[in-house]
């Protein structure tokens, strides 16, 4: 954890975080999970469907499981 003034930036899973994290801690919570998107989806056209993006290995990009959104619902 690091802390900016009031401001506290943890660098871990989310999901050991929120396991710890009181109920209704947080009065709103914004995140960014992956989309999950089909591996063969397309992302731009024209000259953008040639971009980086469409050639990476995205195995991180895999759509949240209801465990996530139980525990995002119960922290905030």
């Not at 954890?1 to 801690?25: S, V």
């Not at 089909?38 to 499981?65: F, S, Y």
Request: charged share 30%.
């Amino acid at each position: 954890m690091e802390q900016f003034g009031d401001i506290k930036l943890y660098n871990c899973d989310c999901m050991e975080l929120m396991k710890q994290t009181p109920d209704k801690y947080y009065s709103l919570a914004l995140v960014d999970p992956p989309y999950g998107l089909p591996k063969d989806a397309v992302h731009g056209r024209g000259k953008l469907k040639n971009r980086a993006i469409n050639t990476m290995n995205m195995k991180w990009d895999v759509a949240p499981n209801d465990d996530y959104f139980r525990e995002l619902f119960r922290i905030s």
